[in-house]
């Protein structure tokens, strides 16, 4: 099995940059798409950015192309996500997941490993 755990959220003013990181262990290699999704109370969870292990193919959501990378150290079994030019909008938790297989990389319902998630506050 495949254990994830997230740090290095906090409180940032906007404009700031926080990192990321989701350390995973265990069966790393039955889990070849890792990605970072986010969810503010009331909310539905939400894609952010998803990479894979081998080829380090790199998917985006929209509203953070440009400000956020994603980005990952096999060796290290780490993924990370740098979040720069951080808005209010973006204050979540922001949980990391894994998935053997995604249909649709975006979709929640893909990924069978989560996270606790480590929570973002932007203050404008």
């Known amino acids: 099995q495949v254990q994830l755990l997230e740090s290095g959220g906090g409180l940032v003013q906007a404009g700031g940059s926080l990192r990321l990181s989701c350390a995973a262990s265990?069966?790393?290699?039955?889990?070849?798409?890792m990605a970072w999704f986010r969810q503010t109370p009331g909310k539905e969870r939400e894609f952010v950015a998803a990479i894979t292990w081998r080829a380090g193919i790199i998917y985006y959501a929209d509203s953070v192309k440009g400000r956020f990378t994603i980005s990952r150290d096999s060796g290290k079994s780490t993924v990370y996500l740098q979040m720069n030019s951080l808005r209010p909008e973006d204050t979540a938790v922001y949980y990391c997941a894994a998935a053997t297989l995604v249909r649709v990389v975006t979709a929640t319902s893909d990924y069978d490993i989560w996270g606790q998630g480590t929570q973002v506050t932007v203050s404008s």
């Open positions: 265990g069966r790393t290699f039955s889990r070849p798409v």
